[in-house]
């Protein structure tokens, strides 16, 4: 079974992904804050139980995505992190992927299509 981090601070996002990701094999650890989601990383990590993925929004309160993408990185280099965000087209996405992010999903694909593109990522096809 594959374990996803998702860092996003909006509870209905987070609700529509474990309902969409439902018909996958995973383990969903949602966190609402960048904090949130570095403390969770560092947990799973020290467990010897890392997230095979981490879905991470750009907008959060305090400590933001990239910050959160960056310390994430600083704690595991092979950490996979894609963003997923309405701010997908912005020099702000991009910085996510200058801290590590592998590439930032358009939140506009629907939440059917973003399921298919986490399979493949889970799969190893993209």
């Not at 959060?60 to 994430?72: A, Q, S, W, Y």
């Not at 963003?83 to 059917?112: C, H, Q, Y």
């Amino acid at each position: 079974m594959n374990k996803i981090l998702i860092v996003d601070d909006e509870e209905e996002i987070q609700k529509l992904i474990q309902i969409y990701f439902s018909e996958l094999d995973v383990k969903i650890y949602p966190a609402l804050t960048g904090e949130g989601g570095l403390e969770k990383y560092a947990e799973l990590m020290k467990e010897g139980n890392a997230p095979d993925l981490v879905i991470m929004n750009l907008k959060l309160p305090g400590m933001d995505g990239v910050e959160t993408t960056k310390r994430i990185m600083k704690m595991d280099s092979s950490a996979l992190i894609y963003g997923f965000t309405a701010s997908f087209n912005t020099d702000w996405a991009e910085e996510l992927k200058r801290e590590g992010a592998k590439d930032v999903i358009p939140r506009t694909v629907g939440f059917a299509t973003f399921r298919e593109i986490v399979k493949k990522i889970l799969e190893g096809k993209i």
